[in-house]
């Protein structure tokens, strides 16, 4: 049973279902990733909504990121509360927190990862230089970003001509921190510092890195990732700005700077989407200022800037309108009023046949109904997560979900949610939780509620099928059902209902025991191949894309095979929408750009650099062809050419099917080499 809370104990007073199932002992935590299940949080990272300034309590200090612009619609933000004792395990964490958060009296708040003591500086200075930087040697005509995990930052492709690190600024997030710094936490290390510890400790780059606390045993956001061979940010770095024969592309000149942030290992680890906003937008903030610092070191108005961000997960609104999404509009579209030459790419995404994403229409929902199946593979060790979502539009005052366990298992375990506002549950959005219980243990979280007070969002939450994670309980291994019934208010005409599963794969370097659980079409339970154009089902490959990628402003890039100029088989895609004369048509969020991903149906992915200097490996995803745009868009900037000058323009007779315009955008970017080094067998293939 989950227990009651007073109003002031009720952490989803600000907050939604993800936070609410995450902090709380009784429901999720005791399976949530590393940073919150050992407990208790004293620093915790958030964002609040809206305009407002957050301000000091006698019990939380706040402190605020640097930032591009003051007072931002979506204001990211880190608190420590002094009044949890860190060596106190008999508590509710849901409960501090949510007293933390009334005690800031705000409009809306999002919970997001905590941080490790070790991290928090004694003493920030918003707005001061960092340490030991000194600007870059000649005036960048382009700077490149990159936000990543595992940024080999002392790597020979990042060195100009002389042998000085082109890496102007590199911010490790979840890095031990310094007595005082300019960041509110993590490390700051700047390209002074880089050549610094390369004088000091040669070509031992693992030494260099342990000196600069990028390896670090005690902290498991940042842990001995930089000891393995290969990482996904060395792949990405490499590809979109390094100079090294394992990336095989023409150099970028000595006046391309680079700006890095690498992102806690928990970023990698959960794919659920929780918790990361925070964390991925300081990023993006931060890159944004330190670019403005390098222009005002020379005098200069804004300097051409493009990011590499290839990252994502599966679920969420996809119609560019959740908080994150909201705040990188805002940046993209502030900063091109004075500098055009802005731009931040991101991949499409890598689950086009992973059957994780169904489009229902009205036509499929004949009698005001829809069942639909999700099957949980045995030995999942990490928890399960599905969103429906409803046209925004929606009034579903009679509408009711019900979910049914796989067969062979207790009756018991179906359980309804009506999709409406719980009276009992006062401020914030309106929403409603139901817990789903086994043996009188929680083992998911059915919730309901109007994102943003705009959109209905239908949530289910499971803990792991795998046994033996310490908390006696663990979800039945099958094919749970989920019906739709819509009651006296069926489906509008034109209306339509996305259910998208949250990404729950393996990254291959954290070793996390994650399942993907998938979706299945109850009326065609064998589903034909998903790249292969067809008549749409309601299970379907299409709209498939990167959920956190759908700002209107965000260079979305799918991937491609280079031999057949075909798009790579698990590339994401757009929705397609069919209207009431079956014509299909593609939504607004189309890739912008196709690049390549794969080099061949038996050379797939590209290569790139591993973590150590003469070190390679190959990289298999759309993260590798966003990578590669962001490198010829790179290029473009320095020449002084616009964006997508050289890129191939697609159907210029007019635009294909619905199906290949969703994989491809109107562009082709073109190959960033032709032929590759040569790769020993020994070296991985790392998915992405």
Same mark, same amino acid.
């Given at each position: 049973?989950?227990?009651?809370?007073?109003?002031?104990?009720?952490?989803?007073?600000?907050?939604?279902?993800?936070?609410?199932?995450?902090?709380?002992?009784?429901?999720?935590?005791?399976?949530?990733?590393?940073?919150?299940?050992?407990?208790?949080?004293?620093?915790?990272?958030?964002?609040?909504?809206?305009?407002?300034?957050?301000?000091?309590?006698?019990?939380?200090?706040?402190?605020?990121?640097?930032?591009?612009?003051?007072?931002?619609?979506?204001?990211?933000?880190?608190?420590?509360?002094?009044?949890?004792?860190?060596?106190?395990?008999?508590?509710?964490?849901?409960?501090?927190?949510?007293?933390?958060?009334?005690?800031?009296?705000?409009?809306?708040?999002?919970?997001?990862?905590?941080?490790?003591?070790?991290?928090?500086?004694?003493?920030?200075?918003?707005?001061?230089?960092?340490?030991?930087?000194?600007?870059?040697?000649?005036?960048?005509?382009?700077?490149?970003?990159?936000?990543?995990?595992?940024?080999?930052?002392?790597?020979?492709?990042?060195?100009?001509?002389?042998?000085?690190?082109?890496?102007?600024?590199?911010?490790?997030?979840?890095?031990?921190?310094?007595?005082?710094?300019?960041?509110?936490?993590?490390?700051?290390?700047?390209?002074?510092?880089?050549?610094?510890?390369?004088?000091?400790?040669?070509?031992?780059?693992?030494?260099?890195?342990?000196?600069?606390?990028?390896?670090?045993?005690?902290?498991?956001?940042?842990?001995?990732?930089?000891?393995?061979?290969?990482?996904?940010?060395?792949?990405?770095?490499?590809?979109?700005?390094?100079?090294?024969?394992?990336?095989?592309?023409?150099?970028?000149?000595?006046?391309?700077?680079?700006?890095?942030?690498?992102?806690?290992?928990?970023? %990698?680890?959960?794919?659920?989407?929780?918790?990361?906003?925070?964390?991925?937008?300081?990023?993006?903030?931060?890159?944004?200022?330190?670019?403005?610092?390098?222009?005002?070191?020379?005098?200069?108005?804004?300097?051409?800037?493009?990011?590499?961000?290839?990252?994502?997960?599966?679920?969420?609104?996809?119609?560019?309108?959740?908080?994150?999404?909201?705040?990188?509009?805002?940046?993209?579209?502030?900063?091109?009023?004075?500098?055009?030459?802005?731009?931040?790419?991101?991949?499409?995404?890598?689950?086009?046949?992973?059957?994780?994403?169904?489009?229902?229409?009205?036509?499929?929902?004949?009698?005001?109904?829809?069942?639909?199946?999700?099957?949980?593979?045995?030995?999942?060790?990490?928890?399960?997560?599905?969103?429906?979502?409803?046209?925004?539009?929606?009034?579903?005052?009679?509408?009711?979900?019900?979910?049914?366990?796989?067969?062979?298992?207790?009756?018991?375990?179906?359980?309804?949610?009506?999709?409406?506002?719980?009276?009992?549950?006062?401020?914030?959005?309106?929403?409603?939780?139901?817990?789903?219980?086994?043996?009188?243990?929680?083992?998911?979280?059915?919730?309901?509620?109007?994102?943003?007070?705009?959109?209905?969002?239908?949530?289910?939450?499971?803990?792991?099928?795998?046994?033996?994670?310490?908390?006696?309980?663990?979800?039945?291994?099958?094919?749970?059902?989920?019906?739709?019934?819509?009651?006296?208010?069926?489906?509008?005409?034109?209306?339509?209902?996305?259910?998208?599963?949250?990404?729950?794969?393996?990254?291959?370097?954290?070793?996390?025991?994650?399942?993907?659980?998938?979706?299945?079409?109850?009326?065609?339970?064998?589903?034909?191949?998903?790249?292969?154009?067809?008549?749409?089902?309601?299970?379907?490959?299409?709209?498939?894309?990167?959920?956190?990628?759908?700002?209107?402003?965000?260079?979305?890039?799918?991937?491609?095979?280079?031999?057949?100029?075909?798009?790579?088989?698990?590339?994401?895609?757009?929705?397609?929408?069919?209207?009431?004369?079956?014509?299909?048509?593609?939504?607004?969020?189309?890739? %912008?750009?196709?690049?390549?991903?794969?080099?061949?149906?038996?050379?797939?992915?590209?290569?790139?650099?591993?973590?150590?200097?003469?070190?390679?490996?190959?990289?298999?995803?759309?993260?590798?062809?966003?990578?590669?745009?962001?490198?010829?868009?790179?290029?473009?900037?320095?020449?002084?050419?616009?964006?997508?000058?050289?890129?191939?323009?697609?159907?210029?007779?007019?635009?294909?099917?619905?199906?290949?315009?969703?994989?491809?955008?109107?562009?082709?970017?073109?190959?960033?080499?032709?032929?590759?080094?040569?790769?020993?067998?020994?070296?991985?293939?790392?998915?992405?």
């Amino acid at each position: 049973m989950f227990p009651n809370r007073h109003d002031h104990e009720r952490i989803d007073k600000y907050t939604g279902p993800y936070e609410r199932w995450i902090f709380s002992q009784d429901l999720g935590r005791p399976f949530a990733f590393p940073a919150i299940r050992k407990g208790p949080s004293t620093h915790i990272t958030a964002l609040m909504e809206g305009d407002g300034m957050l301000t000091m309590l006698d019990d939380l200090e706040i402190r605020i990121p640097p930032l591009w612009k003051d007072n931002p619609d979506v204001t990211p933000f880190v608190m420590w509360n002094k009044s949890v004792d860190p060596e106190e395990t008999d508590h509710h964490e849901d409960v501090e927190l949510a007293k933390c958060l009334h005690g800031l009296n705000g409009t809306r708040y999002r919970l997001n990862m905590p941080i490790d003591p070790a991290t928090w500086p004694e003493t920030y200075t918003p707005g001061a230089t960092p340490a030991e930087w000194q600007a870059p040697k000649v005036k960048p005509r382009v700077i490149i970003g990159v936000i990543d995990d595992g940024i080999p930052f002392m790597h020979r492709a990042f060195r100009d001509a002389e042998g000085d690190s082109r890496i102007s600024l590199c911010w490790l997030q979840a890095a031990r921190a310094n007595a005082s710094a300019a960041v509110p936490f993590g490390r700051e290390i700047t390209g002074h510092q880089i050549d610094t510890l390369r004088a000091e400790h040669g070509e031992s780059e693992i030494r260099a890195y342990q000196a600069a606390q990028a390896i670090d045993r005690d902290l498991p956001e940042m842990d001995t990732v930089l000891m393995h061979h290969a990482t996904h940010g060395a792949h990405i770095s490499g590809i979109a700005g390094g100079n090294d024969p394992f990336v095989g592309a023409t150099d970028l000149p000595d006046d391309a700077a680079i700006i890095a942030v690498q992102l806690p290992n928990t970023i %990698a680890w959960d794919t659920s989407g929780f918790g990361k906003e925070m964390m991925m937008l300081s990023a993006i903030e931060y890159i944004f200022n330190r670019a403005r610092m390098i222009a005002k070191a020379y005098n200069s108005p804004e300097i051409p800037l493009v990011i590499d961000f290839s990252y994502g997960w599966s679920a969420n609104r996809h119609d560019g309108e959740s908080s994150f999404e909201r705040a990188v509009e805002a940046l993209i579209t502030d900063r091109r009023k004075s500098q055009p030459c802005t731009e931040l790419v991101m991949p499409t995404g890598n689950n086009f046949a992973n059957d994780m994403h169904a489009r229902i229409s009205s036509t499929d929902c004949a009698d005001r109904t829809y069942s639909i199946g999700w099957q949980l593979k045995p030995d999942d060790r990490t928890p399960s997560y599905l969103e429906i979502w409803l046209p925004p539009d929606c009034d579903p005052k009679s509408w009711t979900i019900t979910i049914k366990p796989p067969p062979g298992n207790d009756p018991a375990l179906e359980t309804s949610i009506p999709v409406s506002a719980d009276p009992l549950l006062k401020d914030g959005d309106p929403r409603r939780f139901v817990e789903l219980e086994q043996d009188g243990k929680n083992i998911g979280q059915l919730s309901a509620d109007k994102h943003l007070n705009n959109r209905w969002r239908v949530m289910l939450a499971m803990i792991p099928t795998a046994g033996g994670l310490g908390a006696e309980r663990r979800t039945p291994v099958g094919m749970w059902t989920i019906k739709i019934d819509m009651g006296a208010d069926p489906l509008a005409t034109d209306d339509h209902i996305d259910i998208w599963v949250q990404r729950d794969d393996d990254p291959t370097q954290l070793g996390t025991g994650g399942q993907q659980s998938y979706l299945v079409d109850l009326a065609r339970p064998t589903p034909p191949r998903r790249f292969e154009p067809k008549a749409l089902t309601p299970v379907r490959g299409f709209g498939c894309l990167n959920g956190i990628g759908t700002a209107p402003s965000v260079f979305r890039i799918a991937g491609y095979t280079q031999s057949t100029l075909k798009p790579s088989s698990y590339s994401g895609s757009a929705s397609i929408t069919v209207d009431a004369k079956g014509t299909e048509r593609v939504d607004a969020n189309l890739p %912008a750009a196709t690049a390549v991903a794969d080099q061949g149906w038996f050379k797939p992915g590209l290569p790139s650099i591993g973590v150590l200097s003469g070190s390679g490996a190959r990289i298999i995803g759309t993260s590798a062809a966003a990578a590669t745009a962001t490198r010829l868009i790179a290029l473009n900037y320095i020449a002084g050419k616009p964006t997508c000058e050289g890129f191939e323009t697609l159907y210029q007779d007019g635009d294909p099917s619905a199906q290949t315009l969703s994989r491809t955008g109107h562009y082709r970017v073109p190959p960033v080499c032709n032929t590759a080094p040569k790769q020993s067998p020994e070296q991985p293939f790392i998915g992405v």
